[in-house]
Structure formats: structure tokens, C-alpha cells
């Protein structure tokens, strides 16, 4: 890099706001699963908007290319530098407004998810996005990647949590959109373009976002399901029975519960009987027993309409976690027993029994004796829809047909007007995919407000169209 333009980014965070030490910038550089590996010239932790403004009007400048990066927990690859100045948020941390009666708080980009429940929990208040990264992932990196989690059945995806945003534009210019506002008909809603927008059109640098009642009861079970058709009837059955109560509804397929229990320690089986299919549910309510009731009553239904075989209730929240356990360890499980394909789809509800069904049998007749482990969070269409290499296959070898794979999966979920990617992004792994899939008006559109903000593609330029 320049090294008049170095100096300037220097200058522009001050001090405490750069490095170029190769052992503290290594661990941003790394994918946690070791997927993608990175390199930069310098490592730039802003401590302020203005801070992160300044950097970025001098990338703008000199054309110097920027990769944001919250807690590096994206599994897309698209928070890794190839040579791009890496824009690390993790220093703004601040808790700028909290406003319990209006329900909202106001947190900077660097702050993790968990951290952001914390504060909410401590005001008596509910932020409900939650995912096993939580302790890492950042606001920013939730906001880029609109993710989506456990709870989405019930509050949304993080686009539906966020009330106002504060960004720092591709010409360093800031977007003061902290509006704490539910209702603002002014015309374009801009701060929708920037969520989800995997740090192609802007630097998050805080969000205004919506809390939520303090749940005063949570009921965990697993059941056994014959049928991904009864699982959906169950789901039917829950929403009818709790009247919005279900917060949770994880589908799990044998061989990924199979898995998990031999590969992860200390887990066991949760039912005596064994059924193709599990689901995890969670039901909270606002009374203090109402979900154990309403779990008590839902149970009952669905036991004398012969939709589940077999239930366990988690008696303590010790048993509630280990239930979860089994759900968010299918991918660490995948891992240990060879790795594999993921794909990471969305589905209309209805669509997915006949989904499951084909495609299996066409992976199956393509590549015989892979091991199929397909689970994740039914209740908002959404499968994790992952591929182990058959006992005994070289895992590398397996990994290198990845294409192949996803192509028989791809095709279908898009024959049914299914998504390639529902919660994770594009990233730099699923951008040339998407082109395959995605309308082409609708890429033509991306293309036109990226080159509006961004005419010189600065802000991550390998990501995204
Ligand atoms: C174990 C595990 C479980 C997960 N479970 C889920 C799940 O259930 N649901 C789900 O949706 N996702 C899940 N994820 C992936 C999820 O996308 C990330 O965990 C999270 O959203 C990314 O946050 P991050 O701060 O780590 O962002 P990073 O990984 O650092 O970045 C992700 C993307 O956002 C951009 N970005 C980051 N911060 C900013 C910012 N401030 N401004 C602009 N762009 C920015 C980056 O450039 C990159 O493109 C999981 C990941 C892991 C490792």
C-alpha cells in the first residue's frame, strides 16, 4: 500500500485505533473452522463514528478497498481481507441510550449479542435474537448478515428488531438514521438497503433496536415424529394451541442426532424410542407457568391426534440445555464425523416434506452412502440441509464434488421458489451461486444502488454482485 495513504489511515484513528503486528491481526484473518484465510496491510479498530468515517473517506481517496469485520463468526466467508484494508469493529462497544418504556435501546457495532441481551435483560426487557455465535457475533455483524436464529418464529429475522441504524457511507459521509421510531412513512425506509447488506454498501456503526416483554415462563421439549408432514401438523397444532407462544421449533433427522451422540461427550439419547425425526420446542409465555401449561396441553393434543410417538420435557434449565445441546452440536458433529456439504435453504413450509423426500433420494442415487443430516429451524422454512462423506471416503475428495452436490440441491430448492441461502449470505462462498438462481431484474437493481453508493467499489468488493 501507498505509503502516504497508510499514513493517513494511521492518522485518521489515532493511535490506539491501528495495527500492523501480525500476531493480533492473525486471529482475524482465520476463519474459525479454517475454511478461508486472509491478508491485509493493517488492521483498523476505530473508536468512534468519526474515527470510522475518517478511515473510510481516505479509502475512498486513494481507492483503497475495505473488509468490515465484527466477530469473525460469518460462515460465508465474506468478513476476510484478500489484501483489503480490515475495518474491525470491536472497539465500539458503547451502550449509548436505553429506553425501557419506549422499548428500544441504542447500542454501537462492536457490542457482541449476548452482551446486547445482557443489557436489555437488565433493564427488564427482552432483545430476543439469539444464535449459538451469540457470545461473538457483534450488533454489526448480526445487522450485515440479517441473521436469523432460534426465535425467528416469534420475532422475526434481525431486520424485523431494527428501528434505526447509523452507517458510515462507501464516500465516508455518515447515515444518521438512529431514529427510534416504530412508524416513519418518509419515503424510501434506506436503512432496510444496509441490513443484510454484508458490509457491501456501508460500515455499521450502531442501531437503534426493539426489546421486547421479559418472558415470566419457557417450556422445553423434545418429541419423536414419524414424518416431516407430522412435524408440520405439530407446528400447526403449537401455534393453535399457545396463541403465538412458540419461540422454537428445530427439526433433527436421525443420522444428525446419531451423530451428535457419538461424537460430542456427554450427550445421550433423549427419547427411549427412536424415530426418524426429532423436534425441539420451545413455548414461553408472559404468566409464570403458562408454557409449561401450554406445553402440558400441546403434548396432549398431539399424542391423541397420533402426530408424535414419544416426548421428554426438560424438568430443570440444566435439562433444557442439554436438549439444545443436541441441536446446536449437529454441525460440530458433522465436522467430526468428515465434514461434508452444507446448504443453508429456505423453503414454503408445505414445499418441504416432497423437498426432503426427492432430494435425498437424488443425492442418494448420485453419491450412494452419504450420510444425510439434515436439521435446523422448521418453523420459518429454514434447513441446514448437510451432506457427510460415506464411512470411509477421503474427506478431501468428498469436499472437492461440493459443486456437484449443491447443484442437485439448488435446482430443486429453487424449483419450489425456495432461497440457496436463508440466513447465512452470500458471502464470498455463494455470490456466483446466487447469479445462477436470483432474477435477474432483481441482480440488475443490487447492481445499480451498489454503483450509486459505491461507484469505485470500495466497501467489500469480492462480495455480493
Ligand atoms: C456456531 C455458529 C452458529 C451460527 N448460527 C447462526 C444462526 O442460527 N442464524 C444465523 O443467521 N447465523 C448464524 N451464524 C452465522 C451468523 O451470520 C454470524 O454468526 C453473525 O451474524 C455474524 O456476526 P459477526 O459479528 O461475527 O460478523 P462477521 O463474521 O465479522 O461479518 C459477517 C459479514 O458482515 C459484515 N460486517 C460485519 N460487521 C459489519 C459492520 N459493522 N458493518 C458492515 N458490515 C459488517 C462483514 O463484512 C461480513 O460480510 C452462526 C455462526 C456460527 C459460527
Redesign the pocket.
Same mark, same amino acid.
Given at each position: 500500500m501507498d505509503s502516504a495513504a497508510l499514513a493517513e489511515l494511521k492518522a485518521a484513528v489515532g493511535t490506539d485505533g491501528w495495527t500492523d503486528d501480525a500476531e493480533r491481526i492473525g486471529p482475524h484473518l482465520v476463519e474459525?473452522r479454517g475454511a478461508w484465510s486472509g491478508r491485509t496491510p493493517i488492521m483498523l479498530t476505530p473508536g468512534s463514528t468519526e474515527q470510522v468515517a475518517a478511515a473510510v473517506r481516505v479509502c475512498a481517496k486513494h481507492g483503497l478497498a475495505i +473488509?468490515? %469485520?465484527?466477530?469473525? +463468526?460469518?460462515?460465508v466467508g465474506? %468478513?476476510i481481507p484478500q489484501g483489503e484494508v480490515l475495518l474491525s469493529?470491536t472497539r465500539m462497544r458503547a451502550v449509548r441510550r436505553i429506553e425501557p418504556l419506549e422499548d428500544v435501546m441504542v447500542v454501537e457495532?462492536g457490542l457482541t449479542l449476548l452482551e446486547a441481551q445482557q443489557v436489555a435483560a437488565g433493564a427488564d426487557r427482552l432483545f430476543p435474537l439469539s444464535?449459538?455465535?451469540e457470545g461473538?457475533? +457483534?450488533i454489526?455483524?448480526?445487522?450485515?448478515?440479517n441473521?436469523?436464529?432460534?426465535a425467528v418464529l416469534r420475532y422475526g429475522v434481525t431486520r424485523d428488531l431494527v428501528l434505526g441504524l447509523e452507517?458510515v457511507l462507501a464516500d465516508g459521509s455518515v447515515f444518521h438514521g438512529l431514529k427510534r421510531l416504530r412508524k416513519d412513512n418518509t419515503g424510501y425506509d434506506l436503512k432496510q438497503l444496509l441490513i443484510g447488506a454484508?458490509?457491501t454498501l456501508?460500515?455499521?456503526?450502531a442501531a437503534a433496536l426493539k426489546l421486547f416483554p421479559m418472558m415470566r415462563s419457557r417450556a422445553t421439549a423434545i418429541v419423536g415424529v414419524e414424518t416431516v408432514e407430522a412435524a408440520l401438523s405439530l407446528l400447526a397444532t403449537a401455534k393453535d394451541e399457545t396463541g403465538g407462544g412458540v419461540e422454537a421449533f428445530e427439526l433433527m433427522n436421525r443420522q444428525g442426532l446419531e451423530l451428535v451422540l457419538a461424537h460430542i461427550p456427554d450427550t445421550r439419547a433423549p427419547l427411549e424410542t427412536e424415530t426418524p425425526w426429532s423436534v425441539l420446542i420451545e413455548l414461553v409465555s408472559g404468566e409464570p407457568g403458562g408454557a409449561e401449561r401450554g406445553m402440558e396441553r400441546l403434548l396432549e393434543a398431539a399424542f391423541e391426534a397420533g402426530l408424535i410417538v414419544d416426548a421428554a420435557v426438560a424438568q430443570t434449565a440444566g435439562q433444557a440445555a442439554q436438549f439444545w445441546r443436541l441441536r446446536e452440536d449437529m454441525?460440530a458433529a458433522q465436522k467430526a464425523a468428515g465434514g461434508g456439504w452444507k446448504h443453508d435453504i429456505s423453503l414454503p413450509l408445505t414445499e418441504i416434506p416432497n423437498f426432503i423426500a426427492e432430494t435425498d433420494a437424488a443425492l442418494q442415487m448420485e453419491f450412494p452412502g452419504i450420510r444425510q443430516v439434515t436439521f435446523g429451524h422448521l418453523g420459518d422454512g429454514n434447513l441446514h440441509y448437510n451432506v457427510v462423506p460415506p464411512v470411509g471416503e477421503d474427506p478431501t475428495a468428498f469436499a472437492a464434488r461440493r459443486d456437484e452436490g449443491a447443484r442437485i440441491v439448488h435446482d430443486r430448492v429453487a424449483a419450489r421458489e425456495g432461497s440457496i441461502s436463508a440466513?447465512?449470505?452470500l458471502?464470498v462462498l455463494k455470490t456466483d451461486e446466487a447469479l445462477r438462481y436470483k432474477d435477474p431484474a432483481q441482480v440488475a437493481a443490487m447492481r445499480a444502488v451498489r454503483q450509486a453508493l459505491d461507484p469505485q467499489r470500495v466497501m467489500?468488493p469480492r462480495?455480493l454482485f
Open positions: 474459525w +473488509t468490515p %469485520q465484527g466477530g469473525n +463468526t460469518g460462515l465474506g %468478513q469493529l457495532a444464535l449459538a455465535a461473538t457475533a +457483534t454489526g455483524g448480526v445487522i450485515s448478515t441473521a436469523g436464529g432460534t452507517a454484508e458490509g456501508g460500515v455499521v456503526t454441525s440466513e447465512h449470505g458471502g467489500n462480495v
